[in-house]
């Protein structure tokens, strides 16, 4: 027989490491940023790191958009257990991946000419898919960090699929590319000495690339893939600490989304995967849901023939059936999940004290 | 309310908009209703989830074409299945991609180097829609990324040409960005909802991608916009509920209308209904734009 989930206070005050994933707009920056200020209630030093790139709510709660954290000032009636604080910092993948290359970067000089290459420039600020992997390395460094006994980490809004938790090894394309720069080295060798003859089974295989996507886009990649070499492998040994600080039992998983069809297969999506990589979701949180009131109503009479009516008992009885799936799913796996709700109309947040409304709420479940 | 027929005269059709908010709902219903006019009609994904297949009855999606009504077929594009298709199909050099990229070291790298991805997947979209000379699709409807992510995408090809990319691909690519630029083709639905922040997040992304982007929009919509309360209902939770949103909801709708008057963009408003069953009827997309 499973468990019964433990409560919500015992699972934020025993966790060292809080991982929340959801699809795109299920209220996922704004359900990072509750566990943390709950966290701080109840006594804990939190530290946030979240991705929020419409940025409004960073501007809303004063966080900065980088990668130093920032206290959040709480106000004088918050309440809560002694000693709780939060800081937060809204990560922004350019100045992440900046700071990563100045940290492992063999000279100052290899970081500067790496910053300054139009190679790093498009893959820093450009794509969606370093971002998690970003994420995964400031929290390494924030897990060393002893000010802080809570960690709550918000996920890119992209993240559809958990490869960054099946290869945290920092990119794992470009851990295959340390093949690659031999690869290309004919091409490095080429741009010095001018387009002469190429040869060797490697050049072949780059000759025929090339054919694809001409000589120039290559030679500035392997150039690229050269000067980052000491990078990626420092990234990869932070990466393997990942893995082991992942598997530790005080790190939990938060799956979040929304009651309606496509989000929820969405995170049975993400549940599977996570469970493949011998992870569970032990908190399972549905935003936007009918107000308890509400749905308590719809329940208790089938009155009322108006077809606005007849659409929000159909929205009542779906949102009753998809909870029930995903937390039928989440159960079968290696833990049962504690179950949050949050309706709808408190969801549109735009200050602290919002904010705070949404934590009471979340508190008492 | 939404007339697509408009739209329809496109031969490409990318939806986009914040996420959550029901891109890939409308993007299944513009393909249904446009294969209930006798369209042959390509919808698209290319996501881990896939997301397409199951409005129509399907599991998943497959990385193939395949039929889920009659002249609507499903296809969800992957980054590898894109790349083979683009140097066979496109390019014309089976051999090339048979000697060179399905070498496994080469597949890694293509996924390496940045834009890459994007450039393929939005030369297969133009395959589809354009180029594919047994012209089997006359539409075809990209249920895209979200707003962000699709900004970025639509920027690649430029960002490709600039980058010193050489060889068929940048000329492909040229042809690609002229394609995506033709406004009489390509058209970005954008879609949105009736909440302040949805509404705010719009009015910051739709000048971007008008200025950034080469296909422009052709038609916002706000999806979910929930009809005035019946009177009698007042004096209940689930009136004074719906009360309460559908006055949110007027506001917000007019924030958006009078931010895309600015702008010289309208939209058309679509009903909120509650809550979607799988699979959609067969006449859903005629029901949904009419109301």
């Given at each position: 027989?499973?468990?019964a989930p433990?409560?919500l ?6 966790s060292?490491v809080?991982?929340?994933?959801g ?8 359900s990072?940023?509750?566990?943390a200020?709950l966290?701080?209630?109840?006594g804990r030093?939190?530290?946030l790191?979240?991705?929020?790139p419409a940025?409004?709510?960073?501007a809303?709660l ?11 000032e709480?106000?004088?009636q918050w309440?809560g ?7 937060a ?10 700071s990563m290359v100045q940290?492992?970067a063999?000279?100052?000089a290899?970081?500067a000419?790496?910053l300054a290459h139009?190679?790093?420039?498009a ?7 370093p ?8 929290l390494?460094?924030?897990v ?5 006994d ?11 699929a958990?490869?960054f938790l099946a290869r945290p090894n ?7 590319n340390?093949v690659m ?7 490095i060798l080429a741009s010095?000495?001018g387009?002469?003859k ?11 690339i090339a054919?694809?996507t001409?000589?120039h886009a290559?030679q500035?990649f392997?150039e690229?893939?050269?000067?980052m ?9 932070a990466?393997?600490?990942i893995?082991s600080?992942l598997h530790q ?7 979040v989304t929304?009651?309606?069809g496509a989000a ?12 493949a990589?011998g992870?569970?979701?032990e ?6 849901c009918l107000?308890?009131?509400v749905?308590g109503e719809l329940e ?7 077809p606005?009516?007849a ?7 779906g949102?009753?059936?998809l909870i029930?799936k ?6 079968g796996?290696p ?5 949050l709700?949050l309706?709808?109309?408190?969801q ?9 409304i949404?934590v ?6 | ?6 739209l ?8 986009t908009?914040?996420?959550g908010i029901g891109?890939t709902?409308?993007a299944?219903?513009l393909?249904?209703q446009?294969?209930?006019l006798g369209k ?9 989830c896939?997301q397409?297949?199951p ?6 999606t497959d990385?193939?074409e395949r039929?889920?009504?009659?002249n ?6 992957l980054?590898?299945?894109?790349f083979?298709?683009?140097v ?5 050099q ?10 496994k070291?080469v597949s ?8 890459l991805?994007?450039?393929m ?16 699709y006359d539409?075809?409807?990209f249920?895209a990324?979200a707003?962000?992510?699709f900004?970025?995408?639509m ?7 600039n ?9 492909e ?5 002229d ?10 639905v954008?879609?949105?909802?009736p909440?302040?922040?949805?509404v705010s997040e ?5 000048p971007q991608l008008?200025a950034k982007?080469?296909a ?13 309360p019946?009177?009698?209902l007042?004096?209940?939770s689930?009136?004074a509920?719906?009360?309460r ?8 709708e007019k924030?958006?209308?009078a931010?895309l008057?600015?702008?010289g963009?309208t939209?058309?408003a679509?009903p909120?209904l ?8 067969p006449?859903?997309?005629?029901a949904?734009?009419?109301?």
């Open positions: 027989m499973m468990d433990r409560s206070a015992t699972i934020v005050k025993s060292r809080v991982v929340l994933l699809a795109g707009g299920v209220g996922k920056t704004t990072s940023i509750v566990m200020l966290g701080a209630r109840m030093k939190v530290a790191l979240s991705i929020d940025k409004r709510l960073a809303a004063g966080i900065p958009l980088g990668n130093q954290l920032r206290r959040i709480l106000p004088a309440g257990a002694a000693g709780g604080s939060v800081d910092a809204m990560l922004d993948q350019k100045a992440v991946f900046d940290r492992h063999p000279s100052e290899v970081a000419k790496i139009q190679v790093y420039q893959v820093s600020s450009n794509l969606s898919g971002l998690e992997y970003m994420a995964l390395a400031k390494q460094e924030l060393d960090d002893h000010r802080y809570m960690i709550v980490l918000d996920t890119p809004p992209d993240t559809q958990l490869d920092m990119l794992a394309g470009f851990t295959d340390m720069t031999w690869l290309l080295k004919p091409f010095r000495f387009l002469g190429l040869f060797s089974a490697s050049e072949k295989l780059m000759g025929g054919k694809v001409g000589v290559l500035s392997g690229f893939l050269v000067l070499q000491e990078v990626i492998a420092g990234l990869n040994i990466g393997e600490r893995v600080m039992k005080d790190t939990r998983f938060m799956l929304v009651p309606n929820v297969r969405s995170a049975m999506s993400l549940l599977t995967q996570l469970e990589l992870y569970g979701a908190l399972l949180l549905f935003n936007k107000p308890v009131d749905a208790a009479s089938d009155e009322g023939a108006s606005e009516l659409r929000l008992r159909r929205r009542a009885a949102e009753v059936r029930a995903l937390t039928a799913a989440a159960t796996g833990m049962t999940p504690h179950l709700r309706a709808d109309e408190e549109e947040i735009g200050s602290l004290a919002a904010l705070q949404l009471d709420k979340i508190a008492v479940q | 309310m939404l007339d697509p027929s408009g329809f005269a496109r031969k490409l059709l990318l939806v908009g914040k996420g891109k709902l409308v299944a219903a393909g249904q446009a294969a209930a042959r009609t390509l919808l698209v994904e290319s996501a881990a896939d397409l297949a409005l129509f009855g399907s599991p998943d990385h193939e039929t889920v009504a009659p609507l077929d499903c296809i969800n594009l980054p590898p299945d894109n083979r298709a683009y066979t199909k496109y390019l014309g089976r051999r090339l991609y048979d000697t060179v990229f399905s070498h070291v890694s790298f293509i996924n390496t180097i940045p834009g991805a994007e450039v997947l939005l030369g297969r979209l133009f395959y589809h829609a354009e180029l594919d000379k047994a012209g089997v539409l075809v409807v249920d990324f707003s962000g992510h900004l970025s995408l920027t690649t090809p430029q960002a490709a040409i980058a010193g990319f050489g060889g068929p691909l940048a000329s690519t040229t042809r690609v960005r394609f995506l630029a033709d406004q009489s083709k390509t058209g970005i954008y879609v949105a909802t909440a302040a922040l949805v719009t009015l910051d992304v739709l008008q982007s080469p422009k929009v052709a038609q916002v919509v706000l999806n979910r916009m929930p009809g005035q019946h009177l009698d007042i004096n209940t689930s009136g509920y719906l009360q949103r559908f006055i949110a909801a007027t506001e917000a924030t958006l209308s931010g008057v600015e702008l963009l939209y058309a679509l909120d509650g809550f979607i069953d799988e699979p959609l009827a006449d859903f997309a005629t949904f734009f009419a109301l």
